[in-house]
């Protein structure tokens, strides 16, 4: 039986509870462009923030009604007391919203440990010495909360484990890419998703079991198409739309750019044993980053293209949350390019307005267009 | 003898006259080979003129857009361009005029690079990929730490330092012109006094009657946002300081006599600036302003002076302390002082769906003011740069009774 990773995110402050249990603190931070790394090293546990379903009721106090569902929602459980648990929050620079809403959890809960950590959008030695400078005064801000110094043996582990973990999500995203249909799109992505939630070396285990299950079987006809921009784990829960749409309208992901996806910062720390695994950590930061605001969009297209020729992508989906301006600011960009290329792409606004009969509508008619092959975009 | 004193209104005539030479004055550079530069209002100005760059904004050239009631159209045209209508008004209006080569005063001259901001917000890093892309221009973009409170540690300042210094580099190499220190020194210090001499006159609007609102100072804030650096900065402030004090000595306000010290929180309406106009009528004056107090002038704001001997150093910690740099914490505290010291007795909050960086936590802010400072705050949600956004009249019958509510309140 294949691991199902959905199971996972149903308990998600499971494990998080567990490592205060046994002494640890856990950190809740969004975007994965935050020193996970060392903070596990630390003893603390980072753990990505999820999206709840449904509606939302006090933070509509706090927030502007022109804010994605994202920061309402993590607001609205900092508000119930879901999170009450966490011994600090770190956000990335990722969007003004985000950074805006820590400002608001910073002044409601001034007691509790709230940072904005940037990680550069350039790569220079000004940037480097900015980012070692800022890991270490993390680490005693860390310490200070009463978790474990920073050591370079830790650290180094901490980097160990969490490249075996990516080079694991590569290998599910490589095998899918070859192999589409053989694991559905929501286990890899919930997969993905689950990394941001457990300690990894359980999620290191259960990534292999994963990947024992899966097998390359008959070639599945359909459509080749990827994935980008932002999606929800909502998305992925049972009785949700997007990705039986897309198996009833014979589309095949082969490959995804989302943010909970294939942008979980997924690229090794490189270097080897021996070497400074500060600097290492240092050199994973440098710029441009994997989040749109911090990396031209014309980035973003090379990566698309490229994804198109290795895994035979016919067109690209672009899934994006209402009031998300950073990929709002890209669409302009990528749809030209990915247009030149001959490479047709649909986008859709998700979590959103947008009801299951009229996103069935549309990716329908996106298919039939992908069929007829012709190099064109529809705005959703 | 003759009397030469100008009024608030000559003072905007002086203004306006010099706002058409500096657009002319970016022309001609362009014609005549001299390197021109698009950046953005928080863009380093002090930097760029002293390597020799014109400085265009295009966010200025949008709120004159603005006044001239063309915005809409420009905004219309990008969304038939697939910008979306969720996103700023201030890029939506900038890539309207970009697309349709027209503006106000005609087309703005096409750069020969870009200098970006992305760490100040989405549009300030985002906007300039799409104008640089259809200009084929390089782009620069200057980074920095954010800080939820005002501490900064060295490795912040080092940064930003850091970040000025790459991008003299970045000039040096597209305009081929040195970088000379004396020159960058002498900009800092410029623009320094010309800060200095812009934060006596906000001390002013202490006085009642308020010599000085906010329609008044946003016309002012041109020249700490496109001129920081050049000595017309300095002049025009030295002239208005002057201008503003004589007025305090006689007791001119505003308004002769205020019936509400109001303090208004976001950018303004670019396209309605009469509604500070109808305010007055209405007896309120705003006395005091986040926009042109916290924002550029946030270092100035809370007490700092271009005072290190560096002016890499001054002009990073004036970077540092932009409302776009700090988290809610300081942005909080500014408002309580503004609304304290300027005597505020009631807050208009304009929740601005263009400008996600300002509007949120206003909320907190306006709880704030009430539970401290017994300050009691009225909100509505437009645009600052699409007029689409926004009813006066709605907007009046609601502030109208807001002003009554606070006139009864006081007695």
């Not at chain 2, 580099?169 to 001499?197: I, K, M, N, W, Y």
């Not at chain 2, 509400?260 to 009528?281: E, G, S």
């Amino acid at each position: 039986m294949q691991t199902d990773f959905r199971n996972v995110l149903k308990e998600r402050h499971k494990w998080g509870l567990q490592h205060q249990e046994n002494g640890g603190l856990v950190m809740g931070c969004y975007s994965a462009m935050v020193p996970e790394e060392l903070m596990w090293s630390c003893g603390v546990l980072p753990i990505q923030f999820l999206m709840s379903p449904g509606t939302y009721g006090e933070s509509q106090a706090y927030l502007p009604p022109y804010t994605c569902d994202c920061s309402k929602s993590i607001l609205e459980e900092y508000l119930d007391g879901t999170y009450r648990y966490l011994d600090g929050l770190m956000v990335s620079h990722v969007c003004e919203t985000i950074r805006g809403l820590a400002g608001i959890l910073s002044v409601r809960w001034p007691e509790r440990f709230v940072h904005v950590f940037t990680a550069p959008a350039c790569n220079d030695l000004g940037a480097r010495r900015y980012i070692r400078a800022e890991l270490m005064s993390l680490a005693e801000k860390l310490q200070s909360l009463g978790a474990a110094p920073m050591s370079p043996e830790r650290l180094e582990e901490a980097i160990s484990l969490y490249n075996t973990n990516r080079e694991l999500i590569n290998e599910i995203y490589h095998f899918r890419g070859q192999n589409p249909g053989a694991v559905e799109p929501e286990q890899v992505l919930s997969a993905v998703m689950s990394a941001g939630i457990m300690p990894r070396p359980q999620h290191n285990r259960m990534l292999r079991e994963l990947l024992k299950t899966i097998h390359k079987g008959p070639e599945r006809a359909g459509t080749r198409i990827i994935l980008a921009g932002l999606l929800f784990e909502i998305e992925l829960a049972e009785g949700n739309n997007l990705f039986s749409i897309l198996r009833e309208s014979n589309a095949l992901v082969v490959w995804d750019d989302l943010a909970s996806g294939m942008r979980y910062r997924l690229e090794r720390v490189e270097g080897s044993k021996g070497d400074d695994p500060l600097d290492r950590l240092v050199e994973s930061f440098m710029g441009p980053q994997p989040a749109p605001l911090r990396s031209p969009a014309e980035r973003k297209a090379g990566q698309l293209l490229k994804a198109v020729r290795e895994y035979g992508g016919e067109g690209v989906i672009f899934l994006i949350p209402k009031y998300c301006d950073p990929i709002l600011f890209e669409i302009p960009t990528l749809i030209p390019i990915l247009k030149e290329n001959d490479v047709p792409s649909l986008c859709l606004e998700v979590s959103g307005s947008l009801s299951e009969g009229q996103m069935r509508v549309r990716v329908e008619a996106f298919m039939e267009m992908l069929s007829g092959s012709s190099a064109d975009s529809i705005w959703a | 003898m003759k009397d030469d004193r100008l009024s608030n209104r000559e003072i905007a005539q002086v203004r306006k006259a010099y706002t058409k030479s500096y657009y002319a004055r970016i022309r001609q550079a362009k014609k005549e080979g001299r390197p021109v530069a698009y950046t953005t209002a928080l863009g380093p100005t002090e930097l760029l003129y002293a390597m020799g760059v014109d400085v265009c904004m295009p966010e200025n050239y949008v709120t004159i857009c603005c006044a001239k009631q063309m915005a809409k159209g420009f905004c219309e045209e990008a969304e038939s361009r697939s910008i979306s209508p969720d996103l700023c008004s201030y890029a939506r209006c900038g890539l309207g005029m970009m697309y349709s080569m027209d503006g106000p005063m005609g087309a703005l001259p096409e750069p020969d690079f870009i200098v970006g901001v992305v760490s100040a917000c989405d549009p300030h890093a985002k906007w300039w990929e799409l104008t640089a892309r259809h200009y084929n221009v390089p782009l620069f973009l200057i980074d920095s730490s954010y800080r939820l409170r005002r501490k900064v540690e060295p490795h912040h300042e080092a940064w930003m330092i850091s970040e000025l210094k790459r991008l003299a580099g970045f000039v040096e190499e597209q305009t081929g012109l040195p970088f000379v220190e004396d020159d960058f020194r002498e900009c800092v210090r410029l623009s320094g006094e010309a800060h200095a001499t812009f934060a006596e006159i906000q001390e002013l609007r202490k006085h009642i009657p308020a010599p000085r609102g906010m329609r008044e100072m946003v016309g002012d804030l041109f020249y700490l946002i496109t001129q920081a650096g050049r000595r017309e900065s300095v002049d025009y402030y030295r002239m208005v300081l002057k201008e503003t004090r004589e007025r305090v000595r006689r007791g001119e306000g505003v308004l002769d006599e205020e019936r509400v010290r109001l303090y208004f929180h976001n950018i303004p309406l670019w396209f309605n600036l009469q509604i500070f106009d109808w305010l007055a009528a209405q007896g309120a004056v705003v006395a005091m302003d986040f926009y042109t107090n916290h924002v550029w002038h946030g270092f100035f704001f809370d007490g700092g002076r271009f005072d290190s001997e560096d002016p890499f150093r001054d002009l990073a910690r004036k970077w540092l302390f932009f409302d776009n740099h700090v988290g809610l914490p300081v942005k909080l505290s500014r408002s309580l002082i503004s609304a304290r010291e300027w005597g505020c007795q009631g807050a208009i909050f304009f929740s601005n769906r263009s400008c996600k960086v300002y509007s949120i936590g206003q909320p907190e802010q306006m709880r704030a003011l009430e539970q401290e400072l017994g300050i009691r705050s009225f909100t509505f949600e437009a645009e600052m740069a699409d007029p689409r956004s926004f009813s006066m009249d709605r907007w009046k019958e609601h502030v109208g009774m807001f002003l009554d509510f606070l006139v009864d309140a006081r007695r």
